[in-house]
């Protein structure tokens, strides 16, 4: 009789760990372990994890690299709209772990798998990241989730791994640390009270580079293409290489604190060097090139991107509805964004684009015009205030 298959999406870390051997040796079940590198893994690291793999006797280990597909269909949009969840937070792991869920329940489906499985907790965000994906994905395929469902210890899962013949070292850091394409999530003591601020040695980027520099970044049609004088294949590059000039000076550190899925209170720290500089780039670039009222709506629509987009729902129709907006509203981003590099900050310097609508062909904004005269603006102003005019002069007795 042939086993039931499962599988896991794995981490390597404890919780998908024990996982593993739990869903093999108690479970009985053919165990793939999937791990889904969104551009935060390096050989090295993935060596590492198949090692671990190896050691713990899963059926099957499989690589699957979706950090162009990842992109594609969530970074640019994010880019975009430059969301950032509550003015802060870029949305760096939430949005991670939406496209890891929907790439392991592709993969499942690929091998036509019985069951599929997570470590998440019953905690946090992710296990209704992952269920709800998979709820959507595989309707007919039954979830798994040890670790929630058995409510485990670290102690107690180190004591039945090592009671199936496995010594592995799984020494908890003081932080947690979670890296990806998108930014670097940090938690520890510090971020599960109100009071105190991560120290400088939580973050995995030190400063290293004291000696202030500008650079410039390229845009296309919203997509950041290039970094000074090299215009590169692909918009994951520019993130890369952006990252790596940013890193030694301690850019893009701060706490985020919000409104989980289940309706408590977050808090974690992260840096996003490369995410936070595009983003507010990009902004700066838009505020030159699109108009008012398409700022207007932008921004609106923004705030409900990124809170869908965190709460899981990636799937609903609306969201396709927004990247559409989104797509047709980038046709005039393109130009150069000027930014100053320091030790933990950075500054927008200024733009160059065809598109700028601060064409001093059209006069200068405090200085001079060239479209109107002031006649025209007596008369414009007149009528602009007229239905505050008549409303203010109807209600004398009840303002104030």
Same mark, same amino acid.
């Given at each position: 009789?042939?086993?039931?298959? !499962? !599988?896991?999406?794995?981490?390597? #870390? ?16 053919? !165990? ?32 699957? *690299? +979706? &950090?162009?597909?990842?992109?594609? *269909?969530?970074? /640019? ?24 869920? %929907? ?18 907790? #019953? ?24 670790? /929630? ?19 592995? *070292? ?13 930014? &670097? ?41 290039? +970094?000074? =004088? ?8 520019? $993130? %890369?290489?952006? %990252? ?17 899925? $289940?309706? $408590?209170?977050? /808090?974690? #720290? ?6 936070? +500089? ?21 921004? %609106? ?20 509805? +927004? ?13 150069? !964004? ?12 200024? $733009? ?21 005269? #002031?006649? =025209? ?24």
């Amino acid at each position: 009789m042939n086993q039931k298959k !499962v !599988v896991l999406g794995f981490s390597g #870390g404890l919780d998908t760990s024990y996982c593993a051997v739990y869903l093999n040796k108690i479970k009985g079940l053919e !165990v793939h372990a999937v791990l889904v590198n969104t551009g935060g893994f390096s050989e090295p690291e993935i060596q590492s994890i198949a090692n671990r793999a190896a050691i713990l006797g899963v059926n099957h280990f499989e690589v699957v *690299d +979706i &950090t162009k597909l990842y992109y594609a *269909d969530c970074l /640019r949009y994010l880019i975009f709209g430059n969301v950032l969840k509550n003015n802060t937070y870029p949305l760096s792991v939430s949005s991670e772990r939406i496209f890891q869920a %929907q790439a392991i329940a592709e993969y499942a489906k690929k091998v036509n798998a019985d069951c599929v499985a997570h470590g998440s907790t #019953g905690a946090g965000n992710d296990q209704v990241r992952f269920d709800m994906m998979f709820q959507i994905v595989l309707p007919n395929v039954e979830i798994l989730t040890p670790i /929630r469902d058995l409510k485990l210890s670290r102690q107690e899962e180190i004591a039945f791994l090592k009671s199936h013949g496995i010594e592995l *070292d799984f020494t908890k850091a003081a932080y947690s640390i979670n890296k990806g394409l998108w930014g &670097t999530s940090v938690g520890g003591q510090e971020t599960l009270t109100s009071d105190k601020s991560l120290p400088e040695s939580a973050y995995p980027s030190q400063l290293h580079n004291t000696t202030a520099q500008t650079i410039c970044v390229h845009f296309k049609k919203g997509e950041p293409i290039g +970094i000074n =004088d090299t215009i590169y294949d692909h918009p994951v590059e520019t $993130i %890369q290489a952006l %990252q790596k000039l940013a890193e030694p000076y301690a850019i893009g550190r701060d706490v985020h604190v919000g409104d989980t899925i $289940i309706g $408590i209170k977050g /808090r974690v #720290g992260f840096e996003a060097a490369a995410p936070l +500089i595009l983003l507010k780039a990009h902004h700066s670039l838009e505020k030159h090139v699109l108009t008012k009222h398409q700022m207007i709506i932008k921004d %609106q629509l923004s705030m409900w991107y990124g809170n869908w987009m965190h709460e899981g729902l990636y799937l609903d129709e609306v969201m396709r509805n +927004i990247e559409a907006f989104f797509r047709d509203s980038q046709q005039c981003v393109s130009g150069k !964004v000027m930014i100053q590099l320091s030790p933990y900050q950075f500054q927008i310097l200024g $733009i160059e684009s065809k598109h700028d609508l601060m064409s001093s062909k059209f006069g200068s904004y405090g200085e001079m015009n060239k479209s109107w005269t #002031g006649e =025209d603006v007596k008369g414009f102003t007149k009528i602009y205030g007229n239905a505050l005019s008549i409303y203010h002069q109807v209600n004398t007795e009840v303002i104030s």
